[in-house]
């Protein structure tokens, strides 16, 4: 079997797909990248991602040494904690997380734009922007030509959407793999930490990442996040030296305004929302997390009064139905544009970064003449589907993301909002709970299986 150096064409520039592009391009292939937005500055709002051990670890081998380390300062500062808080700001439960010493096998808090930019980095003659990808042809000698809005086609010997929730690739190549709406919305809110909305939370609250399990059938999320530059994007006193340097020679941060942050996030099912939720913006969204946090303490109310009208944004939580293997080709899926899946457990990021290691090994070897470009692709889909659902299936299981759980319900809702607080408290009081708790917690989030 003799080598091949294919050529792969990439639709989407978010995590996943750039992910693949660094990895790509470190093994030696080829690779072209397809943007629809106009610049590296548009797209995402500043809200958080977790990137566990998995996503972590998939940076590490896919990135350059250099970009890992700049990915690593450019990180806000780690929870160390994980709280479980009523709407009234009492703990129900918290749990310490481990340090962030070790660069892999910890949870790292990173914003979308911070994390954009340093994908971006370095990638410039790779990513084609401003190029709405509209439809494939395949064709005989084993190429693939996509096509584009502009009217610009690219050819390649392997497409892979990258391309999120709303394939356009998913569409055509298969198009009975649907997503459908897990019945819930949620409404985020991005707030300045300054002095004043720091005096607000306890320092817990402040150092960690908080679950609300609310009254009412409204569920939550408070996480801080604060970074190594200040307002100005100058670097700030006590940073270390290495990540000083990173950092101010960077130039990812001349595109990014993601500055110290609170980020809030509501949810209930989507029965409780207004039917224009998903077209209002600004002070009227705004205004509709206030209405839906009636009786929260003042202080959450005040921090979501303060919130930056132009970063709220309705969100529709949308879930993949899981659908049988079918024959490898030259078009492959990675991420939400396969496997879309709730913020339920907080893996959709990580489990995308994995698809694009596990894309990036196989496609190596098929250079190497150990195995065909669709030998590659097969045994790539062939890992990926299982994982990839199993995952899906967990997100929907968790947290109130599904908009028929019981919390939502009007007789049974009280009772399995005491129960679920009921199973957070006593686990963070018993130490071997709270020990198993935290570990399971750290290797679900650094699967492999």
């Not at 198993?436 to 299986?449: C, I, N, P, S, T």
Request: proline fraction near 6%; glycine fraction near 10%.
């Amino acid at each position: 079997m003799s080598p091949s150096r294919p050529h792969v064409l990439v639709i989407g520039a978010g995590t996943g797909g750039m992910c693949l592009a660094h990895g790509l391009r470190r093994a030696g292939i080829s690779v072209a990248v397809y943007e629809r937005h106009r610049t590296r500055t548009d797209g995402l709002l500043g809200y958080r991602v977790g990137i566990g051990p998995t996503g972590s670890r998939a940076l590490r081998e896919c990135l350059p040494p250099e970009l890992f380390d700049t990915f690593i300062a450019t990180c806000a500062r780690s929870p160390r904690y994980f709280n479980v808080i009523t709407q009234r700001l009492r703990h129900t439960a918290s749990f310490e997380l481990r340090p962030d010493t070790d660069p892999v096998n910890t949870d790292r808090s990173v914003a979308r734009m911070t994390l954009r930019q340093v994908l971006l980095t370095g990638m410039e003659d790779v990513v084609h922007f401003d190029k709405t990808f509209t439809r494939y042809e395949q064709h005989d000698d084993g190429t693939v030509t996509a096509h584009f809005a502009d009217g610009s086609t690219a050819v390649g010997d392997l497409l892979v959407a990258a391309d999120g929730t709303h394939s356009a690739v998913r569409r055509q190549y298969l198009p009975h793999a649907v997503t459908r709406d897990a019945g819930s919305i949620n409404i985020a809110v991005k707030i300045p930490l300054t002095d004043h909305t720091r005096s607000l939370l306890h320092h817990r609250i402040l150092e960690g990442i908080s679950l609300i399990f609310a009254a009412g059938g409204i569920m939550g999320i408070l996480h801080v996040m604060e970074f190594k530059w200040d307002t100005r994007g100058t670097v700030k006193s006590g940073i270390g030296s290495a990540d000083a340097e990173l950092i101010s020679r960077w130039p990812g941060l001349l595109y990014d305004n993601t500055r110290d942050y609170i980020n809030i996030i509501i949810w209930s099912a989507a029965r409780r929302f207004p039917a224009d939720v998903m077209q209002r913006r600004g002070n009227d969204l705004v205004l509709l997390a206030l209405e839906l946090t009636r009786g929260w303490h003042p202080h959450l109310r005040e921090l979501i009064a303060r919130s930056d009208p132009g970063s709220c944004l309705p969100i529709k939580v949308a879930t993949s139905e899981p659908i049988p293997p079918w024959k490898p080709s030259t078009v492959t899926l990675l991420g939400d544009a396969i496997h879309t899946m709730t913020p339920g457990r907080g893996v959709g990021a990580n489990t995308a970064l994995r698809d694009a290691t596990l894309l990036c090994r196989q496609l190596t070897q098929a250079t190497t003449g150990d195995k065909t470009i669709l030998e590659a692709v097969g045994d790539y889909e062939a890992q990926m589907l299982p994982y990839g659902f199993a995952r899906v299936a967990d997100s929907l299981k968790n947290n109130g993301t599904d908009g028929d759980d019981p919390l939502y319900h009007p007789v049974l809702g009280p009772l399995a909002l005491l129960g679920a607080r009921g199973y957070f408290g006593i686990t963070s009081r018993v130490p071997k709970l709270r020990r198993k708790f935290v570990d399971d917690l750290y290797a679900y989030r650094g699967a492999e299986d």
